[in-house]
């Protein structure tokens, strides 16, 4: 491996997926016999101990109708653990050791490795966190006697696919198909099977998104669509703000994964024209190069259709974000509009209080006066003794000396307190005028 691809494998992205060591692998073969067009695909698991049995089998064998198989793609689930010895072992016998410590370094994207045979290339592929493949492809060599049980005279693919449960059974689905023999026996078939499996992941959250969107829509009425039948989501506005808010996330990562698989587009398609160009200029038997050219002009054919789709699905994907945020931006509003109410209601509230403090003040008012005369003639500053031994009908009375003692201690202390008042008053009212010819950057450094 080039230095370079060696520093940048030294730091591993991805963490382990499968914390326990597997029993057993699962693996898919793809056979194919020169008498017949159709292909022969095993599914199969095999356990740790006959791992070693299983890659001793020949490339070409004889099946039970007598006629003769060659192996065109062996590929082999397996969950990412470091420390897993079995998959050590497959990824010796493969040669993908190197390959696999440059795929967990990536986060996402496609690669060529640096040939290290002139019959054999490397690849590796990865979407961080569920996916990652690591393969080669050898083109067809001449069996001889001393290489009969390891080669094969057509192209040969086997690589290991680190997927989640749910890539796993796309991808078994996928692989089970009868696909064009010219498609299987191409390097590119492993990504173009990761395309359309993503491709097709793509439309499940798609629609999913949708049918959550039209239900907070039908909640909200914000929108314009006549053929709304579906029931208004349920649970709180800022229950549905948050899902909204998921749904944004969502979404994005659905552009990533759009985006990733228009890179493994584009990578097929550098793929395709260089090896058309190395056909063109390679002396090969006009029946081998025929046969190379439909399986290049058929991968071709499916990437502009993929690419098409995917333009569509792109499109579409922001369509879909822009009514999400649209039914955000409505929730705020009625959440507003709420809070608004509830601030409506308390006003009014706090206004009936003020009432009753009103009503309770004049109350109070209409008692003062006679609980204020009821006071200073109970205090000790009349002569009543005097008044009622008079006999005499007038109603004067006599004022004791402490009658001036009292005005002369309470006029003099009632004008101290409102001079006191009013010079608060004063005084925060030239504080607000400071702090209103303040600028924020003034009143953030007072705050702090």
């Known amino acids: ?41 095993q599914h199969s698991h095999i356990a740790l101990q006959e791992t070693s049995q299983w890659l001793a089998q020949p ?20 969950a990412y653990n470091p420390s897993d010895d079995g998959l050590d072992h497959l990824l010796d016998h493969f040669g993908l050791r190197d390959a696999r410590d440059y795929a967990i370094s990536c986060i996402a994207g496609i690669d060529v490795l640096p040939q290290a045979e002139a ?15 690591v393969w080669s492809h050898s083109s067809p060599v001449t069996s001889t ?22 890539q796993r059974a796309a991808l078994s689905n996928l692989l089970q198909r009868q696909w064009d023999l010219h498609l299987v026996s191409h390097a590119m078939f492993p ?8 491709d097709h992941e793509v439309d499940l959250t798609q629609n999913k998104i949708k049918v959550e969107v039209r239900t907070v829509e039908v909640r909200t009425g914000h929108h314009r669509f006549a053929s709304r039948k579906e029931s208004a989501a349920a649970g ?27 890179e493994f587009q584009d990578f097929m398609n550098v793929q395709v024209q260089a090896r058309l160009e190395r056909k063109g200029s390679a002396q090969v038997d006009n029946l081998k190069k025929h046969d190379e050219s439909i399986g290049e002009d058929l991968l071709d054919q499916n990437i502009k259709l993929m690419k098409k789709r995917l333009e569509m699905k792109l499109l579409d994907n922001q369509y879909i974000l822009e009514r999400v945020r649209i039914q955000l931006a409505a929730q705020d509003s009625l959440i507003g509009l709420r809070t608004a109410h509830a601030s409506q209601l308390a006003a009014m509230s706090s206004m009936r209080d003020s009432s009753s403090m009103k009503t309770l003040a004049l109350v109070a008012l209409a008692f003062l006066p006679g609980s204020f005369v009821a006071a200073v003639f109970s205090a000790p500053l009349f002569n009543w003794e ?10 004067a009375v006599d004022t004791k000396p402490q009658f001036k003692l009292f005005w002369s201690i309470v006029l003099p202390l009632t004008a101290l307190t409102f001079t006191l008042y009013v010079g608060m008053l004063l005084s925060k009212r030239k504080q607000m005028k400071k702090l209103s010819a303040l600028s924020e950057e003034d009143l953030e450094r007072i705050l702090v």
């Open 1 to 41: 491996m080039d230095e370079t691809y060696r520093y940048l494998s030294s730091h591993r992205l991805w963490d382990s997926t499968n914390p326990t060591k597997s029993q057993s692998i699962e693996a898919i073969e793809i056979w194919h016999t020169h008498s017949s067009a159709g292909l022969h695909i």
């Open 386 to 395: 005097a008044a009622a031994t008079s006999g005499t009908q007038s109603i």
């Open 145 to 166: 006697a001393q290489n009969l049980s390891t080669s094969s005279s057509t192209a040969f693919t086997q690589g290991i696919i680190f997927a989640s449960s749910e």
């Open 119 to 133: 019959t054999r290339r490397t690849f590796t592929l990865t979407y961080h966190p569920k996916l990652a493949v």
């Open 191 to 198: 990504v173009f099977m990761c395309g359309l499996m993503m």
């Open 236 to 262: 709180q506005m800022g229950e549905l703000s948050a899902s909204m808010s998921g749904l944004c996330t969502k979404l994005a990562s659905t552009a990533r994964k759009i985006q990733v698989a228009r």
């Open 59 to 78: 490339l070409t064998k004889l099946g039970k109708d007598g006629r003769a198989y060659s192996l065109l793609v062996r590929l082999v689930f397996a």
